[in-house]
């Protein structure tokens, strides 16, 4: 079975500061690991993926896979980042598709 | 542009009712999905299909069955809505099987059950 976990509901940083939004896995096989984010009156979007490789609006995520982490980062904080985060995991389902799961999502609030 | 529409996009239904929720992509997606979203639990895949008339469960199946008669239009059907299906509801789509395709998402069905 897959599983992510976020373990922060909530969190809270002040404009310029660093952010980290923690992300870890439970998955057997080699996961495609994805951070996705809601903004306010939005629809969920893709924010990046692993396999990209890629630095989004200055944020990056590095898979660990000793630890099972893919962890949410970004140096200096604005307060356009507040926002709700999802970290998503795909894994092989039912039928050979992969299967997306879903953490239960950390609400960013960055303050002025 | 990559479109996933679901045309209902607040509804307020009694105890009992039968309730359809629509969803439409235009980007000739073979994989269509079905999720449940709530504070503090996240996503939750209620059911999902790979093809069309095909469907399989998720982890949240109970209460729910899905429609799916042509590529573009997976339904969800609350065969007797119950207030704990009070929710909202999230339809995506990808295109296909693979590993690390990008998930979109349509913008979400509030419903109520009262």
């Known amino acids: 079975a897959q599983r992510v976990t976020q373990p922060e509901k909530l969190l809270s940083v002040f404009k310029g500061a660093p952010v980290e939004l923690k992300c870890n896995y439970s998955?057997?096989?080699?996961?495609?690991l994805f951070w996705y984010v809601q903004y306010s009156r939005q629809r969920l979007q893709l924010l990046l993926r692993h396999i990209s490789r890629e630095s989004i609006k200055g944020f990056t995520a590095d898979l660990n896979k000793g630890e099972t982490s893919f962890h949410l980062k970004k140096p200096f904080a604005q307060e356009e980042d507040s926002a709700m985060y999802y970290c998503a995991l795909s894994g092989q389902g039912a039928g050979g598709s992969y299967i997306p799961t879903f953490g239960r999502g950390t609400s960013l609030i960055v303050h002025p | 542009d990559v479109k996933v529409t679901q045309s209902s996009r607040y509804l307020v239904k009694r105890t009992g009712e039968k309730v359809f929720l629509e969803c439409v992509q235009d980007?000739?997606?073979?994989?269509m999905f079905w999720y449940r979203q709530d504070p503090g639990l996240g996503l939750r895949l209620i059911y999902f299909?790979?093809?069309?008339?095909?469907?399989e469960k998720g982890d949240i199946p109970e209460g729910y069955s899905v429609s799916r008669e042509k590529k573009e239009r997976f339904s969800l059907i609350l065969e007797s809505a119950s207030t704990n299906q009070t929710s909202m509801y999230l339809c995506a789509s990808t295109v296909d099987r693979g590993l690390g395709n990008t998930i979109y998402f349509g913008e979400g069905s509030w419903l109520t059950v009262v």
């Open positions: 998955y057997s096989g080699s996961p495609e």
């Open positions: 980007m000739d997606h073979e994989n």
């Open positions: 299909s790979y093809d069309v008339k095909m469907k």
